[in-house]
Nanobody, 130 residues
Framework: QVDLVESGGDSVQAGGSLRLSCTPS????????MGWFRQAPGKEREGVAT????????VYADSVKGRFTIIQDNAKNMIYLQMNNLKPDDTAMYYC???????????????????????WGQGTQVTVTS
């Protein structure tokens, strides 16, 4: 079992920036598709961004387009989520996710991400105050 370890969550004021990081606990682990989901209190889990690492293709939720960027560092086997111009509505627990095998689309926030076909981290809390 591979764990994904997130870091970088914090409390910031609206308009601020944060960079979240995600790394697998096993150095030899590699997934062709990784991303970020989030869940705010009382709300359903939602996809934020995913990246198809082989080609660098990405997809973003409409609510974060133009503000968030998913970045990969293949040398370090890490992905990041650069979050700019943060808003109070971005307050949530952010989870790093990885597709275990290519049996569902990478660039689509399908229910398969919540199945056993994906690996999830423990989450890192982002709080944005107005």
């Amino acid at each position: 079992q591979v764990d994904l370890v997130e870091s970088g969550g914090d409390s910031v004021q609206a308009g601020g920036s944060l960079r979240l990081s995600c790394t697998p606990s096993g150095s030899s682990y590699s997934s062709d598709c990784m991303g970020w989901f989030r869940q705010a209190p009382g709300k359903e889990r939602e996809g934020v961004a995913t990246i198809y690492r082989t080609k660098g293709n990405t997809v973003y939720a409409d609510s974060v387009k133009g503000r968030f960027t998913i970045i990969q560092d293949n040398a370090k086997n890490m992905i990041y989520l650069q979050m700019n111009n943060l808003k109070p509505d971005d307050t949530a627990m952010y989870y790093c996710v990885a597709r275990r095998k290519p049996d569902f689309p990478c660039l689509y926030f399908s229910p398969s991400w919540s199945s056993s076909s994906a690996t999830w981290g423990q989450g890192t809390q982002v709080t944005v105050t107005s």
